[in-house]
Nanobody, 128 residues
């Protein structure tokens, strides 16, 4: 089975940076699309950034354009989310999720219920 572990969250001042990691095991990342989702208090879970290495595709939410980037290290089965110029609005629990590329339909914004595997999430708190 596929297991995901998100890490790297923490408390950061507005304007600061964090790098989140999503470590996958069970199957190689190249076989899956990996998406970062986040869920802020009292808000629905929303897609943030997705990468599908085998398809050469990525997607990101308009709200993070120019601030967040995504990268993958296939050898380490890890996806990274570099978050720069963080804003209080970015405060949320961040999750990584996976779907096999043979199943993904590349509908964006990604719909959480379509993703088969989830990590436990990591909390990002951005102070004003």
């Amino acid at each position: 089975d596929v297991q995901l572990q998100a890490s790297g969250g923490g408390l950061v001042q507005a304007g600061g940076s964090l790098r989140l990691s999503c470590a996958a095991s069970g199957y190689i990342l190249d076989d899956y699309e990996i998406c970062w989702f986040r869920q802020a208090p009292k808000k629905e879970r929303e897609g943030v950034f997705c990468i599908s290495s085998s398809e050469g595709r990525e997607w990101f939410a308009d709200s993070v354009k120019g601030r967040f980037t995504i990268s993958s290290d296939i050898a380490k089965n890890t996806v990274y989310l570099q978050m720069n110029n963080l804003k209080p609005e970015d405060t949320a629990v961040y999750y990584c999720a996976a779907i096999a590329v043979v199943r993904v339909n590349y509908y964006y914004p990604p719909r959480p219920y379509e993703y088969d595997y989830w990590g436990k999430g990591t909390l990002v708190t951005v102070s004003s």
